[in-house]
């Protein structure tokens, strides 16, 4: 059952969860060291996170039997994931993706990170979340299981209502929060943004190399149907100071193309997000 084309909610993202497993994967990354052969990210850690109830599908090896016979109930280890089994999901919530013809730029790429998380946890591993708004980032530690994808939809809608109700703050530089965010990210992680980086500021290469620097990169860029096919007589548009004006907005594509040109030479492979698409054929 689609969402609501201009919110983020909660039970949207969980729903997405029982489909996600069956939707293609991103190719996995290349192996980290001389080669070119492509490697599946390595197994489960061997730190103890905590000690819990057992749940069905909790492998049987991870009994604790101290705890078990202390408590009366079978109670499991669970383990800190490898941290290149982790992904952290970076939303651009800022004022300039809270728009869009069919559904908002926002939404599509809340539904499209939250489907990468649940491909995660699906996979073993463990996912957090950070949300870019005008107001500040919202942000949850990686967990791993159903758990951390609900800490993951949670943190995605309430951050949205916030940059819903900061229409009025000044527009936010995205590479300065980027880099705030993507310090969560253990050493090795990946980092999936999904963003159209708008309204970048100042170091925005500086801060995806920085990012690359410490472990993959996927970078999802929403594109509304009107910046695919815009119309080439001039527009009434509202300007960041609130004021109406006219312009022309068919060098969008154009610009599109030069900014891929740019990522390309960063080494950034870029996922195209059509935001009139339904999150499961995104």
Known sequence: MPGSP????????????????????????????????????????????????????????????????????????????????????????????????VRFRSVAC?????????????????????????????????ASRVRGMARVAGCLARAHLIAGRAVHHPVRDLAPDLMRAARLAPRGA??????????????????????????????????????AAPPREALPFLTAAGQTARGAFDALPEARAALLARLALLGIGVEILATDRPAEAA
């Not at 920085?210 to 910046?227: C, N, S």
Request: glycine share 10%; charged share 25%.
């Open 190 to 227: 990946t980092v999936v943004l999904a963003s159209a980086l708008d309204q970048p500021g100042p170091g925005l290469e500086a801060a995806l190399g920085a990012i690359q620097r410490r472990g993959p990169l996927r970078l999802m860029l929403p594109v509304d149907p009107f910046e």
């Open 6 to 101: 201009h919110e983020v909610s909660v039970e949207a993202l969980l729903a997405l969860g029982p489909m996600a497993g069956r939707l293609p994967h991103a190719a996995p990354e290349l192996a980290r060291r001389p080669g070119v052969t492509a490697t599946r990210p390595r197994g489960q850690g061997h730190e103890i996170r905590e000690v819990r109830p057992y749940a069905e599908g909790d492998d049987l090896r991870h009994l604790d039997a101290a705890a078990t016979a202390r408590t009366g109930a079978l109670q499991v280890r669970s383990f800190h994931e490898d941290r290149d089994r982790t992904v952290l999901l970076i939303a651009d919530f800022r004022r300039p993706m809270l728009w869009g013809t």
């Open 110 to 142: 809340a539904e499209a990170l939250a489907i990468a998380g649940w491909q995660a946890v699906g996979d073993g591993g463990s996912a957090g979340v950070a949300a870019l708004t005008d107001a500040g980032i919202q942000s949850e530690k990686p």
